[in-house]
């Protein structure tokens, strides 16, 4: 008897915890905000209403409902314009990061705003960047060397350090990151997975904060500079997406859409040869228990129900890159635009 109730209780929590019943269809209403810089590729939803975006003009700004307030209006540094393609913020400061050399990372706090890192050299490419908590943060770059360009701060951003080779995996040869959509570093918990592309389309699992380091394979398309992982996201430290493809081939049958159960290990491709055949973020719907996915890019606006084994287009419109508040709402950025998206 006590076995029986054992068993009975084992198959009710496996069912409560597994009772989500994912949407078979949707729609979605988009309200667009037209942004002066020439492209938004890193956004921080801060609520269902404000969203946080660098864009490629040196502008930091703030974006609720239509209105627009500025933290920095057409930054200029010694003559330098960032470009900025790197965005990440705590309950105190925002950062953002210019994409190339030289390496120029700003932080605003209290109407103020300084720059925390500088890097110059010729190789310098940075593409996304992230915190952990509000002490913890990593963003990751192009090798300037045999490595990964990582940089790490534990004071909360107020100071940055770059990681040593010695301390991280040995990069291939024609290896190297997309900066599409602030989107090639994930991070659940002290976790945190990097997705590269070119000639090797590799994961990075980082499981204490960046102190140490493995790498993984992936099935994604590579063998180009254009080729590989574009975009990843994990839901839980075990189930994740990679999604990318080929830049200059947007159309066409690639491996380019994978997942993993088991943190990134080993990696299944899903849904090949059908659409999203390019894709330049890929983010999980929160409180869908990791069933509910969008995917974006020039070609689109992509939805999964089964955890990105199908998809299906929901709309043409073109964005850069995606992020949710709750299940029902999300924000967009691409080429001069802003977008709320409400999910019905």
């Known amino acids: 008897m006590k076995k029986t109730l054992f068993a009975i209780l084992c198959f009710t929590l496996i069912i409560s915890c597994n009772n989500y019943v994912p949407r078979e269809t949707i729609t979605v209403h ?55 393609r790197s965005l990440a913020t705590t309950k105190k400061a925002v950062f953002a990061l210019n994409v190339a050399n030289p390496a120029l990372l700003y932080k605003y706090e209290n109407n103020t705003i300084d720059i925390v890192y500088k890097e110059e050299n ?81 994961v990075f699992h980082s499981p204490d904060m960046g102190l140490t380091w493995e ?18 996201d994990f839901y839980n430290e075990k189930q994740g997406i990679i999604c990318g493809g080929d830049y200059l081939d947007k159309f066409g049958d690639l491996a380019n859409k994978a997942i993993t159960k088991n943190g990134g290990k080993t990696w299944e491709i899903v849904a090949e040869n059908s659409a999203p055949k ?46 949710f508040f709750d299940k029902n709402t999300a924000w967009l950025s691409g080429n001069k635009v802003i977008a709320k998206m409400t999910i019905q």
């Not at 020439?38 to 490629?56: K, P």
Request: with cysteine; glycine share 8%; net charge negative.
């Open 278 to 323: 390019y894709v330049s973020c890929v983010q999980y719907v929160p409180e869908t228990e990791g069933m509910e996915l969008f995917a974006v890019s020039t070609n689109g606006i992509f939805f999964s129900n089964n955890y990105g084994n199908n998809w299906q287009k929901i709309s043409d419109e073109e964005f850069y890159s995606i992020r």
């Open 30 to 84: 988009l309200e667009k905000t037209k942004i002066d810089s020439s492209s938004i590729r890193a956004i921080e939803v801060i609520n269902d209403s404000t969203v946080i975006y660098a864009g490629s003009n040196g502008d930091i700004a703030v974006l609720s409902g239509k209105k627009k307030k500025f933290i920095a209006s057409k930054i200029i540094t010694d003559t330098i314009i960032p470009h900025f």
């Open 215 to 232: 790498v993984y394979d992936t099935p994604i398309i590579k063998g180009k500079s254009t080729t590989g992982i574009y975009s990843i």
């Open 122 to 202: 010729e190789k310098v490419f940075y593409d996304s960047m992230a915190f952990f908590d509000t002490l913890n943060g990593i963003a990751v770059g192009d090798p300037t060397d045999n490595c990964l360009s990582i940089l790490i701060t534990r004071d909360g951003g107020n100071s940055w350090g770059k990681m040593k080779c010695e301390d991280l995996p040995k990069i291939n040869q024609g290896e190297a990151l997309f900066s599409a959509s602030n989107t090639n570093i994930s991070i659940v918990g002290e976790h945190a997975w990097i997705a590269t592309g070119g000639l090797k389309a590799r």
